[in-house]
Every structure is written in C-alpha cells, then in structure tokens.
C-alpha cells in the first residue's frame, strides 16, 4: 500500500510544474498573506499581479520557452515573482552569488548561456563589465517590476528544466546542477510532508542565500508550494536586523546553517530578545555541533532538526524528521523515495552499517550536469548518484554523515575524519573554532594538522596544549601532529568550512 501511495504522489507531481502548484495556492486563498517585506506583508493576488506584470517584460523583451536567465540578487520579492513568471514561460532560473570571482563568474556564464543577467542598483559597474562581454545585463529594482530589456542570444533547452545551480569544482572551474520542476516538487512537497512539525499557517524565514541549494529550494520554492508564508530578508547581518524581523513579522520555522546558529546565539547571550512565535529550526549545510543544538533550545525554546542533503538531491536527502525520532548526531532517515547504498572507494556495495560512500536514488535526484555529459557520466551510475559523502547507517535507518570522502585522512593506513578532529578540538574551553586536513608525509601517506581559532580573550599560546588535549580523546593516529593558532577560518557563503583553502 506505500508503494501504492508514493507511486500515486510521484505521479502528481510528474504531471504539474512549480508554478501550476503556486497557482493553485493563489486560487484557493488569493487575499492570504504570502511574502513578508521591510515590514509590509504582500498578499498572494497582489504576488500573482506582479508575476503576471514580470511574464509580459519578459515577452516583450524577446524571451522565449527553453531560455535561461541568471540573477546576481539579495533575497527579495523579485526573486519568487520573476522564478514564477520565467516558469510560466517555459524558462529555467539561474541564480547566482554577487560575490563570486570574476573569472568564475565569465566561465559560468558562458557554460549556462543565459539570455540575461539580472542586477540590483549599485551594480551599475558590474552590469557594463558585463555588457562589454556582450552578455546583457539588466539593473532591477529589489521589489520590481523588471525594466524593458532586449535579450541577448541563448540556445533553448528542455522546458522541464526549472533551476540550474552552479557550483565550482575543486578544479576551480564551474559545475552546473540541472534541477527540474519534478525533483523540486518532490523534494519541497516530501518535505512539507514528512516534517512532522510543519503547518499550514507557518511563516518561514528566508533569508540563506537564494544562490545555494538550500535556501532557494527550501525557503522561497517550498512555502510558495505548499501555501505557506515567508519573511524575505536581504542579509543575515547585521544578525539583530534579522532577529528584529523575525519577531515583527511573527516567524515560526528557521532554516539556517550551523555557522548562522553559532551567531544567533552569540547576539541572543548578550541580551537580544528572541521571536516568541518560533517552534521549530532546521540545521543543514553542515556537520551541527552538538553543543549548538543544546543552546539553540535553550535560547530560542524550540527544537532544533538536524537534516542533510546536496544540491543534486534538491536539496534534502534525509532528516530528523519529528521530536520523536530525533537522535543527536544523526542527520535523521531518507526522504520517503530515495534508495541508498554504501559503497568502498572502490564502488563496490558493502553492508549499510559499514563506513563508506554514500550513493543514492530516487525522484529528487538531478539527471545531471548541464552540457557536462563527462562529469555526469563521473557521478551518475545508472541512475545511482555519488554523494561522494563517507557515511553510515544504524540499525534503525539513522544516517550518521562522517566526512566528505575528499576529505578524508589516512595515516598509516587508518582513516581519520577531519570532523570528528575537529569536534574534539572545540571542546576545548579555549578554542572558538577549528578546522583539520591532512598533510602529505613520506612515511605515514599523510598526518593531521590543524588550524585553531581562540576565544576572544584567551592567553593560551602553545600548540602542545591543543595536541596535549586530543591526546586524551582520541586514537593515536587521530591526534593532531602540528597546530597552527589562526584569526579566522575560511568559511563558504553558506558557511561551510573550506578545507580546499586550509591546505593551500
């Protein structure tokens, strides 16, 4: 009978588009709150006017079904009213990072070929960088309408194909995610579903970058959707800004990275009320401190779920999806749809509760990377996609990630996950943050190193004091060998760790 029934809701889903579902929402409750903005809330028919003003700029300048256009912009309401109406002609979003570098950003363009590039004032410096490159670009006002505009030249794809993420490899050169209207549906409805906690009067707060995975999907495509409210919010910081709307706008869901609970915590110790609304938060992006989970309840008086996903899953691949089932350091079960496996280094499947990689399969999965058969050929398998994750599951079907599989150090033969390090090492009462990579050496294959943040305040200066302190927590081969004390770490847009530049 389950398999009846997901059969059944994966039909549904094959069958409308992201905006036939929105559609259906504005309908149904046309005078409902859908976007809260700097204070004002907009209804959902007052959205649809605008989406339908945004689908006839968009006619007029050319833009046709298969086209792609790319946004370079804060969170705001332009960003829903313009994915809505590029899906209401049969286009594909593009949107990326304002603060990506030069270079990558030419390449990633000329590898997506948009018609148009979207920019907010203040980017007028950008924009004719790149009409000088003949790629258009187009100044908008955060909140709309989209000015007249004539697009540039852009060979059509496939109108199933809803969003394409781009990502730089660690060859430094761009990888573009194909996403389509089906795996977001089934991603941002199984969601919706799953979550226990999840209903239909939540107000979520948007305010993760919409050039990632997790925030676009997540917080503006899944409460458009399933008929939710969301708090658009241009900047994480200045981190009271973003509380203060939380409480005026009455959130109830935060979705957010660990590094952004860390800070929240960090501004709410010192005294800064919290949203009386909230009932539950979502952590992703990265491994949760178990010491965060522990505050973040205390101080915001709501639980905190632990979830993990990809953007070539949608995003979400698994959760802790209730109070109930939650198991701190865990990421929780599979989205009702995915298929998993884990396999050796080697690609051979080996027991489920053995550490290896992580290979998954089902509707949310991305049937690849866009005009890059060879990279898709490299983490595609028949239809099975490499995490590239180092992963295991319990005996009840908990997945507990343990490192990205790049990541991983061997020492004399042994493997040791930089995670688990560098939990170790935030124990430490002195230590703010830390991060670990191996180091080559002749004799072991590699050894631990490890960069260390201190609190502010804290006198400590020999390395011996950190290694000293692992010795008595860890296995021999794990122990850091050389200790750098460091003002920062180099941390993603999303805030995840970047290991790729601890080790240059």
Known sequence: ?????????????????????????????????????????????????????????????????????????????????????????????????????PEILVNTLGLVEPCAVVLFPGMEQAAAALEAKGITAVISSLEGPLPSFKCGPCRPEDRSLAVIFATSGTSGMPKAVKLSHSNILDNTIGVYETFRHFRNDDNVINVLPNFHVFGYNLCTVLPLVNGLRQTLVPSFMPISSCLEAMIEAKVTVITAVPTMYSLFLAVIAKGHPVPSTLRFMVSGGDKLDLRIDARAKQFFGAELFEGYGLTECSPIVAANWSSEEKK?????????????QIRDLEGNIIDKQREGVLWVKGPSVTE?????????????????????????????GRLTILDRAGDLIIVGGFNVYPQEVEMVIKGHPEVKDA????????????????????REGSELDDPRDIINFCKD???????PRKVDFVTELPYSSIGKLLRRELRK
């Not at 701190?328 to 998993?340: D, S």
């Not at 590239?388 to 599951?393: K, R, S, V």
């Not at 927590?473 to 122990?479: C, D, E, P, Q, S």
Request: glycine fraction near 10%; include cysteine; charge should be negative.
């Open 1 to 101: 009978m389950e398999a009846l029934d997901n059969f059944v809701r994966e039909a549904g889903i094959n069958m409308k588009r992201i905006e036939e579902h929105v559609y259906q929402q504005f309908q149904e409750a046309p005078d409902e709150k859908a976007i809260w903005w700097k204070g004002q809330w907009q209804q959902r028919k007052e959205l649809q006017e605008a989406v339908e003003l945004c689908m006839e700029r968009l006619k007029e300048s050319g833009f046709r079904e298969g086209y792609r256009i790319a946004t370079m912009l804060p969170n705001c309401p332009l960003i829903p009213i313009l994915s809505l109406a590029v899906w209401k002609l049969g286009g594909t979003m593009v949107p990326l990072n304002a603060r990506m570098g």
């Open 473 to 479: 927590r860890l296995a021999h081969y794990k122990i």
């Open 328 to 340: 701190a350091g865990t990421v929780g079960t599979l989205l009702p749809g995915y298929e998993a």
């Open 435 to 454: 991060g670990v990579v191996g180091i080559r050496h002749h004799l072991s294959g590699e050894y631990v190193k490890a960069f260390v943040v201190l």
């Open 368 to 396: 690849g990377y866009f005009r890059s058969p060879e990279i898709t050929d490299e983490r595609i398998v028949d239809g099975w996609f490499n995490t590239g994750d180092i992963a295991t599951f319990d005996s009840e």
